[in-house]
């Protein structure tokens, strides 16, 4: 037996208002999880780190029940409450975000350099390095990588000839920021480049007179030299400026033996 045109028409009118109910309340989740995300974005602002993991964790449900799925959204929501966990040292939820993060977008420039932070923090520094290395495969000119993975060449994996090359090129262009120098002159202490680092810290010093570091790296290129007195001069200098550091007490001892 044979439908009848009515029921045809009652048929493909309930197809067309199915279709509705789901553009409808899928975008009620949207704008639902647009709205979480957007507070859970203010207590990040107030450093309210639980409550705003809360609301991400309420917009990524929303945005994973709206048709079609908002991926771009929920990649910032995953990124940002990626870094609300960050911020609570709970690493490894962070982790997990990230991830989520780079599995929706495999181009995002900043999830990548917030899991190269948390992979170096959990001591994971081989992946730290493949996640600054896709960093600068996709922007080339994000110096702050070179700076990020140059610090782990040099003081968590004491590859000091890679350290140098990336804290060269990172001191060269984050001119605004004299710590990079100094760890530059470090990577070139650690070679025995003792005249190359002697100039790199002075020029430092020269520039910003206050940085406890750029005295107590000057002070163990000069001690590296045999010059005690400018040694002891450049540490005495770095302790007032910052007493009681440790490592500065430990290289004074030294130095007045």
């Known amino acids: 037996m044979q439908p009848t045109l009515t029921k045809?028409?009652?048929?493909?009118?309930?197809?067309?208002?199915f279709g509705l109910n789901l553009l409808f309340f899928g975008s009620a989740y949207a704008q639902k999880g647009n709205y979480s995300y957007l507070q859970g974005n203010q207590f990040y602002e107030q450093k309210k780190f639980k409550e705003a993991i809360s609301f991400y964790s309420q917009a990524i449900d929303s945005l994973n029940a709206a048709t079609p799925k908002p991926a771009a959204l929920l990649v910032k929501v995953y990124n940002n409450r990626g870094n609300s966990y960050g911020q609570m040292g709970n690493y490894l939820f962070a982790l997990f975000d990230y991830n989520k993060a780079i599995e929706l977008d495999k181009k995002l420039?900043?999830?990548?350099?917030?899991?190269?932070?948390?992979?170096?923090?959990?001591g994971n520094f081989s992946d730290a390095v493949a996640d600054l290395n896709k960093v600068l495969l996709l922007n080339p000119k994000l110096y702050e990588a070179n700076y990020q993975r140059g610090l782990i060449f040099l003081l968590d994996l004491e590859q000091f000839e890679a350290a140098e090359k990336d804290l060269q090129l990172?001191?060269?262009k984050l001119t605004t920021q004299p710590e990079v120098s100094v760890y530059y002159a470090l990577?070139?202490?650690?070679?025995?480049?003792?005249?190359?680092a002697l100039k790199v810290a002075n020029k430092v010093i020269q520039q910003k007179n206050d940085l406890a570091d750029a005295y107590y790296v000057r002070a163990m290129i000069t001690f590296a030299q045999k010059d005690k007195k400018k040694a002891q001069t450049d540490i005495s200098k770095a302790l007032d400026l910052q007493p009681d550091t440790p490592e500065y007490v430990e290289l004074k001892e030294k130095i007045m033996k």
């Open 8 to 17: 045809i028409r009652l048929s493909s009118f309930a197809y067309v208002i």
């Open 170 to 172: 990172a001191s060269e």
């Open 109 to 122: 420039v900043e999830s990548y350099l917030n899991r190269a932070n948390v992979q170096t923090l959990l």
């Open 187 to 196: 990577s070139l202490y650690e070679q025995k480049k003792y005249a190359e």
